[in-house]
Every structure is written in structure tokens, then in C-alpha cells.
């Protein structure tokens, strides 16, 4: 029993007017963690016009509990003015099955994190929300694992499920996580899904990002998904892999 390879074709997944897996790579770009309006707006307006999707964490699954935890529900409302503003769709991460109903009230798409990839009851109350789920792969699971989380999603009969590689744990500190970019090539090939890559918090190193950009795009993935901070050293949180909205720009241009 199986819903990763429902029907004979790539499954295309549909947030707003975006299609996930249509053969043209999706671009998701934003802060790591919505900080004011003032911020979620000066990151995005100028790559407003070069991204498909914005990204912005409203509850954040921090490390330390003493660590900014997110805005919240005030988040939400920020990222769905900026959305309305740009015209762009986004999504952002849901950490329990409680605040499901709340976050996909507003959220075009909801993000399952790394650390919650095997929360089965949030993968659970995501299926049943009907709404597009971004599944990141837990930092620590195999790609079995993953794909097994995905079907908690798939089994409640929602199969706009996209998946989201995002680094893995290994021996060597140099980067924050090993971006396993053969393990996405994989992944899409054991599934219908689409798989994205999020190459910020697969290297941790801002210099690693753009670098990954290109190879995500050149391995064929569905699309990337990048922090971009108006001021990557002020950031709340994940700074130090963040772009500028100059240097994302410089690297999408290598690209198109
Ligand atoms: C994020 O995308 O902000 C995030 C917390 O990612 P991950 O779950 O991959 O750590
Ligand atoms: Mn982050």
C-alpha cells in the first residue's frame, strides 16, 4: 500500500497559481523568521518580481527555548499583507497539530520542519487540513523515513504534498548540515512528488548557498527554497546563511 506513486505521471502540486513539478523550477525566497513588517517587506520588495513564493517562519521550532520563538499569529497577518502586496503565495512552518486550523487559515502552503518529521499526529492533522504541505526531511532520517512521513500526509487523502531536502547531520561541523543533493535526486526518483532543496540550512554558510542554488537546479529538482534577510546581520535568527536581497539577485542572475 502506497500513495508515493499514485497514477503514472509526476505529481504537479498547486499552491495559488504556482505548480510545483510543471518543468519550470520554483523559487522560494524570504527571512528565516518574520521579524516586522517593516523587515518582511524590505527583504522581498526587491526580488518581489524574480521569486514565485515568499517563505518567513511565524512560529519558529528554535533550538533554546530562550531563542525569539516567532510572532506568532502577528506574524501570520504579516505574511499575508506582504503576500497580498506582492501577489505572491507563501508558506510557512506549522509546529503542532493544535495551531493547524490557526496557520492555514492564512498560509498558502504549510511547512513541516525538520524537527518535526516524524511528529505523526502534525503530519496527520496537516493531511486533513486539505491545504499544500512542504515536508522538510528530518535532519537525522533516511530517506525512507521521509518518504514514510510523506504517506501520513498522502493517506489523509491529500496528495499535495512537496518534498524538501534540507541537510542531514554528519561528523564534520564545517558546514551546519551535509546538503544531500544525491538523496533529493533519489527521493524524486522513489516518488511521484516534487523535491525541492533548501541549500541555507543544508551548508549553514552563506557562501555555500548560492553554489547549491545552482547544483539543486542542475540535478533537476522541482525548485529551491532560500533565506533572504534585508539584513542578514541583524537577523533574529539564521543570519549567518542568509543572502542579501543583492546577493540572491547576483545569483539567480548566474542562473537564468
Ligand atoms: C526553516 O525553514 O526556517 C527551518 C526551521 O528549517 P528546518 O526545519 O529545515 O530546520
Ligand atoms: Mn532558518
Same mark, same amino acid.
Given at each position: 500500500?502506497?500513495? &508515493?506513486?499514485?497514477?503514472?505521471?509526476?505529481?504537479?502540486?498547486?499552491?495559488?497559481?504556482?505548480?510545483?513539478?510543471?518543468?519550470?523550477? @520554483?523559487? %522560494?525566497?524570504?527571512?528565516? #523568521?518574520?521579524?516586522? !513588517?517593516?523587515?518582511?517587506? #524590505?527583504?522581498?520588495?526587491?526580488?518581489?518580481?524574480?521569486?514565485?513564493?515568499?517563505?518567513?517562519?511565524?512560529?519558529?521550532?528554535?533550538?533554546?527555548?530562550?531563542?525569539?520563538?516567532? +510572532?506568532?499569529?502577528?506574524?501570520?497577518? %504579516?505574511?499575508?499583507?506582504?503576500?497580498?502586496?506582492?501577489?505572491?503565495?507563501?508558506?510557512?512552518?506549522?509546529?503542532?497539530? /493544535?495551531?493547524?486550523?490557526?496557520?492555514?487559515?492564512?498560509?498558502?502552503?504549510?511547512? @513541516?520542519?525538520?524537527?518535526?518529521?516524524?511528529?505523526?499526529?502534525?503530519?496527520?492533522?496537516?493531511?486533513?487540513?486539505?491545504?499544500?504541505?512542504?515536508?522538510?526531511?528530518?535532519?537525522?532520517?533516511?530517506?525512507? /523515513?521521509?518518504?514514510? #512521513?510523506?504517506?501520513?500526509?498522502?493517506?489523509?487523502?491529500?496528495?499535495?504534498?512537496? *518534498?524538501?531536502?534540507?541537510? @542531514?547531520?554528519?561528523?564534520?561541523?564545517?558546514?551546519?548540515?551535509?546538503?544531500? +543533493? $544525491?538523496?533529493?535526486? &533519489? #527521493?524524486?526518483?522513489?516518488?511521484? *512528488?516534487?523535491?525541492?532543496?533548501?541549500?541555507?540550512?543544508?551548508?549553514?554558510?552563506?557562501?555555500?548557498?548560492?553554489?547549491?542554488?545552482?547544483?539543486? *537546479? $542542475? $540535478?533537476? =529538482?522541482?525548485?529551491?527554497?532560500?533565506?533572504?534577510?534585508?539584513?542578514?546581520?541583524?537577523? $533574529?535568527?539564521?543570519?549567518?546563511?542568509? +543572502?542579501?536581497? !543583492?546577493?540572491? *539577485?547576483?545569483? =539567480?542572475?548566474?542562473?537564468?
Amino acid at each position: 500500500m502506497s500513495y &508515493l506513486y499514485e497514477g503514472t505521471d509526476r505529481r504537479q502540486v498547486y499552491v495559488g497559481n504556482i505548480m510545483f513539478g510543471a518543468g519550470q523550477p @520554483i523559487i %522560494i525566497a524570504g527571512p528565516c #523568521a518574520v521579524e516586522s !513588517e517593516e523587515q518582511l517587506e #524590505a527583504g522581498i520588495a526587491p526580488i518581489a518580481d524574480k521569486i514565485d513564493m515568499i517563505r518567513g517562519g511565524a512560529f519558529k521550532p528554535r533550538t533554546s527555548p530562550y531563542s525569539f520563538q516567532g +510572532l506568532k499569529e502577528e506574524g501570520l497577518k %504579516i505574511l499575508q499583507k506582504i503576500s497580498q502586496k506582492f501577489d505572491l503565495p507563501f508558506v510557512t512552518e506549522v509546529l503542532s497539530p /493544535e495551531d493547524v486550523p490557526l496557520v492555514a487559515e492564512y498560509a498558502d502552503m504549510l511547512q @513541516i520542519g525538520a524537527r518535526n518529521m516524524q511528529n505523526f499526529a502534525l503530519l496527520t492533522a496537516a493531511g486533513a487540513s486539505g491545504k499544500p504541505v512542504l515536508l522538510k526531511r528530518g535532519m537525522s532520517a533516511t530517506l525512507k /523515513e521521509w518518504l514514510n #512521513a510523506a504517506e501520513y500526509i498522502l493517506k489523509e487523502g491529500n496528495m499535495d504534498v512537496v *518534498l524538501c531536502e534540507r541537510g @542531514i547531520r554528519s561528523f564534520d561541523a564545517s558546514t551546519r548540515n551535509v546538503f544531500d +543533493l $544525491a538523496g533529493a535526486v &533519489l #527521493a524524486r526518483g522513489q516518488s511521484c *512528488l516534487p523535491v525541492i532543496a533548501d541549500p541555507s540550512h543544508g551548508t549553514g554558510v552563506r557562501e555555500l548557498v548560492c553554489p547549491m542554488i545552482k547544483a539543486s *537546479l $542542475a $540535478a533537476g =529538482l522541482d525548485g529551491v527554497m532560500v533565506e533572504v534577510h534585508a539584513d542578514p546581520d541583524s537577523a $533574529a535568527s539564521d543570519g549567518q546563511q542568509s +543572502l542579501s536581497p !543583492e546577493e540572491f *539577485l547576483d545569483c =539567480l542572475a548566474v542562473i537564468e
